[in-house]
T-cell receptor, first 114, second 111 residues
Framework: DTEVTQTPKHLVMGMTNKKSLKCEQH?????MYWYKQKAKKPPELMFV???????INESVPSRFSPECPNSSLLNLHLHALQPEDSALYLC?????????????FGPGTRLTVT | LAKTTQPISMDSYEGQEVNITCSHN???????ITWYQQFPSQGPRFIIQ???TKVTNEVASLFIPADRKSSTLSLPRVSLSDTAVYYC????????????FGSGTQLTVLP
């Protein structure tokens, strides 16, 4: 199984809502990532988890809260988002933190904040 | 951060070989060069990775000169389905350097 799955595929939320994005992989990868991608722009790194611990936070606003409950699962909790947070949110995983292997990306969650 | 520079867009015709060059003048000794392909509304897909000289897989080749200040992704005999954005990344895993996507090159393959 060489797949990263993300749910939901689409999400529309108001600025006062609380929602969560979910990412799952069963490849035994020990590094997992969240990226944000705006239309016609490259993906921007948000968070990196290595061995279930947060290792990189790219100065992301606190209205985005990541969580890694176990080595297969990565969540992104959303609260009080702004319309400019509307984007494609991508999850990725990587075999071994610290070694140069490829990242596997999920299909993304298309988020619209109204 | 190892900044990368790529052409914004390229056009090609089916069956031709396409070469996309990425400049990375401040590449560090430990940095690897990685290329990804992305179709609209999908996550990026790994194409190839290298450190020096030439790397080839079933999809593409990656040419890296001795000074490593640039790299060229070569796609042999492209088809319409190769129309996508191609990203060059330079860095070392475990740091944010490897995880910064460049602006990407939109490749359009014409019939």
């Amino acid at each position: 199984d060489t797949e990263v799955t993300q749910t939901p595929k689409h999400l529309v939320m108001g600025m006062t809502n609380k929602k969560s994005l979910k990412c799952e992989q069963h490849m035994g990868h020990r590094a997992m990532y969240w990226y944000k991608q705006k239309a016609k722009k490259p993906p921007e790194l948000m968070f990196v988890y290595s061995y279930e611990k947060l290792s990189i936070n790219e100065s992301v606003p606190s209205r985005f809260s990541p969580e890694c409950p176990n080595s297969s699962l990565l969540n992104l909790h959303l609260h009080a988002l702004q319309p400019e947070d509307s984007a494609l949110y991508l999850c990725a995983s990587h075999q071994t933190p610290g070694l140069n292997y490829e990242q596997y990306f999920g299909p993304g969650t298309r988020l619209t904040v109204t | 951060l190892a900044k990368t520079t790529q052409p914004i867009s390229m056009d090609s015709y089916e069956g031709q070989e396409v070469n996309i060059t990425c400049s990375h003048n401040n590449i560090a000794t430990n940095d690897y060069i990685t290329w990804y392909q992305q179709f609209p509304s999908q996550g990026p897909r790994f194409i190839i990775q290298g450190y020096k000289t030439k790397v080839t897989n079933e999809v593409a080749s990656l040419f890296i000169p001795a000074d490593r200040k640039s790299s060229t992704l070569s796609l042999p005999r492209v088809s319409l389905s190769d129309t996508a954005v191609y990203y060059c990344l330079v860095g070392t895993e475990g740091s944010a350097r490897q995880l910064t996507f460049g602006s990407g090159t939109q490749l359009t393959v014409l019939p």
